[in-house]
């Protein structure tokens, strides 16, 4: 069975925005659905599972970077930029945002490495913008906060909270003060680029027994995702519009915003597909949970009147 499944953002992302006629027909005449549980990792966990059940996105990552995950827990470290501002400090910048080089990295680690590695935990960067800390793997490691799901917000609304957080929230602080400090960041500055005055906790465990999906090939550009599917299924660059498919595939659109592209290079070309029979099915899961199952039976559903916008 062919299918196309399309990941987007929170359907209310994209506002009010207008649907083409023949989208807003498909969508008024489609079979939708309510998952339970909302946001990017939710949405992940519908097409990818992991056994056991946690969330190790650094093991992963570390696996794809390194292929050395299998021994030991690990935690992203990103390098980060955060603004001042007069109710704290906000994340503006984090991990491949910066757009580090080799030199960046080189430059930045060595004196970091003192602070973690007197507490045991190594850091080290198999890329310039992925740095990790290797944790023992009985460690017990707080709940952190990804990026993604952090970017423009206050900081402190997001650290490591509790006992457990305790010590993670006193390493940042000490890791802001040498970052701070450091004259490669005047050199970054000089060149007109952001200095990486923070760094930013996530992604914490060790490398799961097992990782599964049902698809046959995921298109992605985010590396979480890309980590999720490394050697379970083929992994493809996420192509500018929609190419076809005689598979069951993934195309993974978390960024996009503007739905009238959205509907000119994907949603309107995988529609015709469905209906000239070249795809049997389309999905489209929304990251607030809301998702659409359309099929070409459902063209006979005449008495459903159109959709007005993506918001369900």
């Known amino acids: 069975m062919s299918r196309a499944t399309l990941l987007l953002s929170a359907a209310a992302r994209f506002g009010k925005q207008g ?3 023949i989208v807003a027909r498909a969508l008024g005449r489609a079979d939708m659905t309510r998952h339970d549980g909302d946001g990017r990792r939710a949405q992940l966990q519908r097409h990818f599972n992991l056994a ?31 603004q001042p501002d007069i109710n704290g400090a906000r994340l503006l910048a984090c991990g491949d ?36 800390l290797r944790v023992p793997r009985e460690s017990k490691l707080p709940a952190f906060t990804e990026p993604g799901d952090a970017l ?18 006193a390493l940042l602080s000490e890791a802001q003060v040498v970052l ?15 200095p990486v005055n923070s760094l930013w ?34 992994v493809e660059t996420l192509p500018p519009r929609f190419p076809g498919t005689t598979a069951d595939v993934v ?4 960024t996009e915003r503007d739905l009238a592209r959205l509907q000119n290079d994907w949603l309107l070309p995988a529609l ?16 607030d949970g809301a998702a659409f199952d359309l099929e070409r039976s459902q063209r006979w559903r005449f008495w459903r009147k159109p959709m007005t916008c993506l918001n369900p």
């Open 180 to 194: 701070h400090n450091h004259p490669w960041n005047a050199h970054r500055i000089a060149q007109g680029k952001m």
């Open 19 to 21: 649907l083409n006629e």
């Open 152 to 169: 423009g917000d206050d900081l402190f609304e997001h650290l490591a909270e509790g006992t457990d957080g305790r010590r993670w929230r």
């Open 97 to 132: 945002m910066l757009a580090l080089t080799e030199a960046d990295s080189a430059a930045l680690l060595p004196a970091l490495k003192p602070l973690f590695g007197d507490v045991g935990f190594p850091i080290d960067a198999p890329t310039p913008s992925h740095w990790y």
């Open 52 to 82: 056991p059940n946690h969330w190790p996105i650094a093991a992963l990552t570390r696996q794809a970077d390194a292929g050395d995950a299998a021994l030991s827990a690990w935690l992203r470290v990103d390098p980060a930029h955060v």
């Open 201 to 234: 906790f996530w992604g914490g465990g060790v490398l799961p027994d097992a990782v599964r999906t049902n698809h046959n090939a995921v298109y992605s550009s985010e590396e979480t995702v890309r980590a999720l599917a490394n050697g379970i299924c083929a």
């Open 251 to 254: 195309f993974d659109l978390p």
């Open 272 to 287: 015709l597909a469905v209906q000239h029979g070249e795809l049997d099915a389309l999905q489209i899961d929304f990251a």
